[in-house]
């Protein structure tokens, strides 16, 4: 399915300051996909050269570890993309890409896109811009699960979910958290629990809503790198 233009990448920042006839452009490019809770999008072996761009709903990175468990490398939201390391060069994708949610999603083929970089080396820049902030944030996760205790951990990522998400819930499973988090389940239905008898939270439905992000963010800054 063609999407109109303003349906899919109006609001998504590598795509910012485009003028309108090279928005008209892009959405001649683009095809939408919808894909189910659980339903994977990409595999790790793919080699898909396309650029998947997020319209609605959350996606998970999947690294699948030797001993056969899954570590969750990052979570992306509306607005962000993936595709991009099978994109620029040759070698198979390594993660698989799975739906938290059902999520819409506007591909573009890569080979128009590279002609469309070529002529716009701003939206390159701000690919290469995401991709450094990518970077960080997974440097920053990783020091958290080196240096923070379970406690911290959580709060910092509900924080980080309210500074994104603003008051959308958490769908994410317990399990899902865990990983992407390094600890167990057990673990975060503990803390979650803790975190909803002391207002901080409340669950319903398997949904997490913040309730109380003032006394997240207090109770993450004095825990910090506290093991």
Do not use: W
């Not at 994977?40 to 072996?45: E, S, V």
């Not at 898909?48 to 939201?77: A, C, D, T, Y």
């Not at 939270?201 to 963010?217: A, D, M, S, V």
């Amino acid at each position: 399915m063609i999407c109109p233009s303003t349906y899919c990448f109006s609001h998504v920042p590598i795509f910012q300051n485009l003028k309108p006839e090279e928005f008209e452009k892009i959405s001649k490019m683009i095809t939408r996909h919808v894909f189910k809770r659980g339903e994977h999008i990409l595999l790790a072996g793919d080699i898909k050269k396309s650029l998947f761009i997020i319209r609605k709903g959350q996606v998970k990175i999947v690294k699948l570890l030797p001993n056969g468990q899954e570590q969750i490398v990052r979570i992306s939201g509306a607005g962000d993309f993936f595709g991009d390391t099978t994109l620029f060069n040759n070698l198979p994708l390594t993660t698989n890409v799975e739906a938290i949610e059902e999520t819409h999603i506007c591909m573009i083929n890569g080979d128009e896109l590279k002609q469309l970089l070529a002529q716009n080396p701003n939206i390159l820049f701000k690919i290469l811009q995401e991709m450094s902030m990518r970077i960080d944030a997974i440097e920053e996760n990783i020091s958290e699960i080196c240096h923070c205790d379970v406690e911290a951990r959580v709060a910092s990522f509900l924080v980080k979910h309210h500074d994104e998400a603003g008051t959308q819930p958490i769908t994410m499973s317990k399990k899902d958290i865990a990983s992407y988090l390094g600890t167990t389940r057990e673990s975060i239905s503990r803390k979650l629990s803790d975190f909803q008898r002391a207002g901080f939270i409340k669950i319903e439905r398997n949904n997490i809503y913040i309730e109380n992000i003032e006394g997240l963010n207090e109770l993450h800054q004095s825990n910090l790198f506290r093991v």
